[in-house]
């Protein structure tokens, strides 16, 4: 890029204030739980053998500079990705053409398209379905010399834990906390200021999206036991405060009831009635049951959590429950890369069939980033010479179906990736043309260090949806939406120089956005 889009930043700190910026963001962040725990490689396992301790997740001491436009951009279709995900999710026929493509050589895919198979046999016992959403964005700049309007290119949509609502709504109080007790030198003030600072709402609306379901489903069931929002967890979680604030949120500003269960736990503590209402006995409340209205899946989205049957076992048992999931399997299924591929190849026809409104549909069209299979249809031949040619390579991402951060095959290691495995296994992969986020400067704060250099930051917008399936014949075949709103919003920074950014998985950072008209 010839010329930079941001301008210079941040400042260069003397030693006195970036000691007092880093006593105020460190006292802050654990007061206020924008916290992880820590990892054995920052304080060895024999050192906390019961994992009590915490420390600073890992975050920018500056909120980093982002285009206003953009940002407003990414908000205003946050609605109709929802919109587009819950009409995926509602349609199984549509939705089972494309998993079929992947069945033969996705064993994960294939065998959560077996749980919904067993499901559907039985019959569902539960037609709500809630979605909390995030869809994730980089800063694109046009290549064209007559057009360097900026815009946002969308990088992955999620539809299964969709991580960091808790801790992004801390991080950006927390730089609007540092402004406030004068961290930042006076010289950024026309950058740094009251209103270019932005909140994110996030932990508040997406309580309120599990509220919402959990009231949905009190009303619809009338349940004559106590009833639980059930937060399914992996059996070592790191993460455990950004899960927290919402349980908090929810017990607090709503009174819902919330447990949390390994995701190990689920044979051993839950049972099904005679209706199939999800019922919990917890170890620690001597033989008390609650009803389950609403499972929300952190965990269970990887296939390292799959070990043996039993866990499928596991899966299947929420599944066929009258508890809302969130998601349900069909959504999970949505929000494959396979689905996003096939949305976003150039010239596709699927949008309009689930976005009949052609202004709403466009809108989504400017964030596609193009897509490519690797099958052997056309499009997939001509993207095979593509990812195998060296050359052209490194314009291209290889991403599997998988959530989660450190799956992905970057530009250089594409073609001898794609070599070392049989050309059988190449459609369970698609190609995307690489976004190229302008760069700025920036410094993170992680395990007890600061790091600082040219960074690059990717935008994440959480949406809320809450719908009603309308099953013909055993058949999902639409759905009615009942609730659909935007959640706040997630900025991830990263260096320049890394190719991933989830910071569970320890590439990135959580960041705050500092809005600029460009």
Excluded at 193 to 206: C, M, T, Y
């Amino acid at each position: 890029m010839a010329n930079p889009v941001y301008p210079p930043y941040p400042p260069t700190l003397t030693q006195a204030e970036q000691e007092y910026l880093l006593t105020n963001l460190k006292d802050w962040s654990i007061t206020h739980g924008l916290a992880v725990r820590p990892t054995s490689s920052y304080i060895a396992e024999d050192l906390d053998p019961a994992r009590a301790l915490a420390t600073t997740a890992p975050v920018t001491l500056f909120p980093s500079l982002f285009p206003r436009s953009c940002f407003n951009q990414a908000r205003a279709v946050s609605q109709a990705y929802s919109e587009l995900y819950s009409a995926i999710a509602a349609d199984e026929e549509w939705l089972g053409e494309i998993v079929k493509e992947l069945l033969e050589i996705d064993d994960f895919i294939e065998n959560l398209w077996k749980v919904h198979l067993a499901v559907k046999k039985e019959g569902y016992a539960q037609s709500l379905q809630l979605g909390l959403f995030r869809s994730d964005y980089m800063v694109h700049v046009s290549d064209s010399d007559s057009d360097s309007r900026l815009s946002v290119k969308q990088v992955e949509f999620n539809t299964i834990a969709s991580s960091f609502g808790g801790l992004s709504t801390q991080v950006a109080s927390l730089h609007r906390y540092l402004h406030s007790v004068g961290a930042y030198p006076e010289v950024t003030s026309s950058l740094i200021n009251d209103a270019s600072l932005q909140s994110s709402g996030s932990v508040p609306q997406l309580a309120s999206g599990l509220a919402k379901a959990h009231q949905a489903y009190v009303e619809s069931d009338k349940p004559n036991r106590p009833v639980c929002v059930l937060f399914l967890v992996q059996d070592v979680e790191r993460n455990v405060f950004d899960q927290r604030h919402l349980e908090y949120a929810l017990n607090t500003d709503h009174g819902v009831r919330t447990f949390r269960l390994p995701f190990s736990r689920v044979l051993e503590d839950m049972s099904l009635d005679q209706d199939r209402k999800l019922l919990y006995t917890p170890p620690s409340f001597s033989g008390k049951q609650w009803e389950v209205s609403v499972v929300y899946f952190r965990a269970g989205y990887a296939p390292t959590e799959y070990t043996s049957q039993r866990d499928w076992d596991a899966r299947l048992h929420l599944e066929r429950s009258a508890a809302i999931k969130c998601p349900g399997i069909l959504t999970h299924l949505a929000g494959s890369k396979k689905v996003q591929q096939v949305l976003a190849t150039p010239q596709s026809p699927h949008l309009a069939r689930f976005l009949p409104d052609k202004t709403a549909a466009d809108k989504l069209l400017a964030t596609f980033a193009p897509i490519y299979p690797l099958d052997e249809s056309e499009a997939g031949l001509e993207a095979r010479k593509l990812a195998t040619d060296p050359q052209t390579a490194q314009k291209y991402v290889l991403k599997p179906q998988r959530e989660g951060g450190g799956n992905n095959i970057y530009r250089s290691e594409i073609p001898g990736f794609l070599q070392s495995l049989p050309k059988t296994k190449w459609p369970a992969y698609i190609l995307m043309e690489m976004i190229e986020p302008p760069t700025q400067g920036n410094a993170i704060f992680r395990n007890g260090e600061v790091q600082s250099g040219e960074v690059i930051c990717e935008l994440g917008v959480y949406g809320a949806c809450m719908w009603r399936d309308k099953v013909e014949n055993e058949v999902v075949k639409g759905r009615e939406v009942l609730e659909n709103f935007e959640a706040g919003y997630l900025l991830r920074t990263k260096g320049a120089g890394s190719s991933e950014g989830g910071v569970a998985a320890g590439f990135g950072s959580v960041d705050s956005c500092c809005l600029l008209d460009l």
